[in-house]
């Protein structure tokens, strides 16, 4: 953040030939500067890139108000909250004003009083670009008020007369005049609420209990909402979608890439989780939203995948700090604890009523097996199956520490494949050569090469 300007009344702000410009064309000329300089707009979004973010970018250069539809945690909210970077960094405001107007362009009766007695001295204040976002969740005991206002019964009391325009008090939307003003879960808000934004959208201004008050507002407005077939909870209705001026769809991730580097971005990570641990998490999420066993109209939430890859370093920590490792380091054994307490962010079909566990280890194996093929194809595992047909078991475990689950690894001779297993995945650590030989294990075990017996806190391959 630079410091803000140090201009301090309107007189000086025309001498500086500040020129003010409507939200949506600051929006639209800070977009094309950064798509001429060839700077990301959108940082911190993955997979949009050729289908959500060119809509989106033509809807603002148009000067649209755009509502995002897409499943749950698909990344709406935050592509709002993104669009923030697209203001101006500082813009001048009328200093106390309510409603945060522009000193060349008061619009309420006590900013143009003042702006009449005060010409050039009219003092000026600086708002920084994130204080002209605001942000509303749409519950279903949301009030006209709280979103366009209300009379001020404290105003009315001091003495002034209902009929006085300076006893409103200003809901969000007015408020928001010069911003953003994004308004989660549209479809939750009462339809005579939504009424009530019509004239926002539309004509620009607001109309309060019959007052003859019409302010010219400059707000662009955003929302989100999940598809109505899924939420039943309410509609959008058809006179303010028809508003809306872009509608547009958000999905999740296509490519697996994408997926991970939401985890890797999103995710509070207290302990090392490997990055064939990462790839297996976007796998299984990504299975689960292929699985005919979950409810798709739901979706599953990218948020799965992020809980899933805390709650294994969560694990991993856990282990380190109560046996006394040195590092904590997430191994494929974790995962099963993340699958305890994940089932219940996904939403199966009511067929699968009691299968729930059943559908969530399968396709977490189903995963696995397709991390094994990627990173270990080629490499000959024929002496360490051999050597576990032979009598030797290898003992892990949420409990068992790294250093521990290496000295009991079957001495293979000359080989080089353990070495050659760490290498294929960037093992460089105790804790980290431990999950990627446990990681060729299972893929073993998957493969039916090797049995395994799961005992409590202690998983034996034999």
Same mark, same amino acid.
């Given at each position: 953040m630079t410091s803000a300007p140090a201009i301090s009344t309107v007189g000086e702000l025309r001498a500086a030939g500040h020129v003010s410009k409507p939200v949506r064309v600051e929006i639209r000329d800070n977009l094309l500067a950064a798509l001429r300089e060839g700077r990301d707009p959108w940082p911190g979004l993955h997979g949009f890139e050729d289908t959500v973010v060119p809509q989106l970018e033509r809807a603002l250069i148009a000067g649209h108000d755009v509502v995002l539809l897409g499943e749950r945690g698909q990344g709406k909210t935050r592509l709002l909250r993104t669009m923030v970077g697209l203001l101006d960094e500082w813009t001048p405001v009328i200093a106390g004003s309510e409603l945060g107007e522009h000193p060349f362009e008061p619009i309420t009766h006590v900013s143009r009083r003042r702006a009449a007695e005060l010409g050039d001295e009219l003092p000026v204040e600086w708002r920084h670009r994130d204080e002209r976002y605001a942000e509303k969740l749409a519950t279903p005991d949301t009030s006209v008020a709280d979103l366009i206002g209300d009379v001020d019964p404290m105003k009315v009391a001091e003495g002034r007369s209902l009929g006085d325009p300076e006893t409103i008090h200003f809901g969000l939307i007015p408020r928001s005049h010069r911003?953003?003003?994004? $308004? +989660?879960?549209?479809?939750?808000?009462?339809?005579?609420?939504?009424?009530?934004?019509?004239?926002?959208?539309? #004509?620009?201004?607001?109309?309060?209990?019959?007052?003859? *008050?019409?302010? &010219? %507002?400059?707000? *662009?407005?955003? /929302?989100?909402? +999940? &598809?109505?077939?899924?939420? +039943? =909870?309410?509609? $959008?209705?058809?006179?303010?979608? @028809? !508003?809306?001026?872009?509608?547009? =769809?958000?999905?999740?991730?296509?490519?697996?890439?994408?997926?991970?580097?939401?985890? =890797?971005?999103?995710?509070?990570?207290?302990?090392?989780? &490997? @990055?064939?641990?990462? #790839?297996? %998490?976007?796998?299984?999420?990504? +299975?689960?939203?292929?699985?005919? /066993?979950?409810?798709? !109209?739901?979706?599953?939430?990218?948020?799965?995948?992020?809980?899933?890859?805390?709650?294994?370093?969560?694990?991993?920590?856990?282990?380190?700090?109560?046996?006394?490792? @040195?590092?904590?380091?997430? =191994?494929?054994?974790?995962? #099963?604890?993340?699958?305890?307490? *994940?089932?219940?962010?996904?939403?199966?079909?009511?067929?699968?009523?009691?299968?729930?566990?059943?559908?969530?280890?399968?396709?977490?194996?189903?995963?696995?097996?397709?991390t094994v093929r990627t990173h270990l194809r080629g490499l000959d595992m024929s002496l360490l199956v051999d050597a576990i047909e032979a009598g030797a078991m290898v003992t892990t475990g949420e409990r068992v520490t790294a250093r521990d689950f290496l000295s009991g690894l079957p001495v293979l001779g000359e080989s080089e494949l353990y070495d050659d297993i760490c290498d294929r995945l960037g093992a460089t650590n105790d804790g980290q050569r431990a999950g990627a030989i446990e990681l060729a294990l299972e893929g073993l075990y998957l493969a039916r090469k090797v049995g395994k017996d799961t005992d409590g806190a202690e998983t034996v391959y034999g």
């Amino acid at each position: 953040m630079t410091s803000a300007p140090a201009i301090s009344t309107v007189g000086e702000l025309r001498a500086a030939g500040h020129v003010s410009k409507p939200v949506r064309v600051e929006i639209r000329d800070n977009l094309l500067a950064a798509l001429r300089e060839g700077r990301d707009p959108w940082p911190g979004l993955h997979g949009f890139e050729d289908t959500v973010v060119p809509q989106l970018e033509r809807a603002l250069i148009a000067g649209h108000d755009v509502v995002l539809l897409g499943e749950r945690g698909q990344g709406k909210t935050r592509l709002l909250r993104t669009m923030v970077g697209l203001l101006d960094e500082w813009t001048p405001v009328i200093a106390g004003s309510e409603l945060g107007e522009h000193p060349f362009e008061p619009i309420t009766h006590v900013s143009r009083r003042r702006a009449a007695e005060l010409g050039d001295e009219l003092p000026v204040e600086w708002r920084h670009r994130d204080e002209r976002y605001a942000e509303k969740l749409a519950t279903p005991d949301t009030s006209v008020a709280d979103l366009i206002g209300d009379v001020d019964p404290m105003k009315v009391a001091e003495g002034r007369s209902l009929g006085d325009p300076e006893t409103i008090h200003f809901g969000l939307i007015p408020r928001s005049h010069r911003g953003i003003v994004a $308004i +989660n879960e549209l479809p939750d808000l009462a339809e005579r609420i939504q009424v009530a934004m019509l004239n926002v959208m539309e #004509e620009r201004d607001i109309q309060i209990r019959g007052y003859v *008050l019409r302010l &010219p %507002l400059d707000v *662009l407005v955003v /929302a989100s909402a +999940n &598809p109505e077939d899924y939420t +039943n =909870r309410g509609r $959008i209705i058809t006179p303010l979608k @028809d !508003r809306f001026g872009a509608e547009i =769809r958000t999905h999740y991730p296509t490519a697996l890439e994408d997926e991970v580097a939401v985890i =890797r971005q999103e995710a509070d990570l207290v302990a090392d989780v &490997p @990055d064939h641990l990462v #790839e297996i %998490l976007a796998r299984f999420t990504r +299975n689960l939203r292929e699985s005919t /066993a979950v409810d798709q !109209r739901s979706g599953v939430s990218a948020r799965f995948a992020i809980a899933g890859a805390e709650t294994i370093a969560a694990a991993a920590i856990h282990r380190a700090t109560s046996r006394g490792e @040195d590092e904590a380091v997430a =191994r494929v054994v974790d995962l #099963e604890t993340a699958v305890e307490v *994940l089932g219940g962010k996904v939403e199966f079909e009511s067929g699968e009523e009691g299968r729930e566990a059943e559908v969530l280890t399968h396709l977490l194996r189903t995963a696995t097996a397709e991390t094994v093929r990627t990173h270990l194809r080629g490499l000959d595992m024929s002496l360490l199956v051999d050597a576990i047909e032979a009598g030797a078991m290898v003992t892990t475990g949420e409990r068992v520490t790294a250093r521990d689950f290496l000295s009991g690894l079957p001495v293979l001779g000359e080989s080089e494949l353990y070495d050659d297993i760490c290498d294929r995945l960037g093992a460089t650590n105790d804790g980290q050569r431990a999950g990627a030989i446990e990681l060729a294990l299972e893929g073993l075990y998957l493969a039916r090469k090797v049995g395994k017996d799961t005992d409590g806190a202690e998983t034996v391959y034999g």
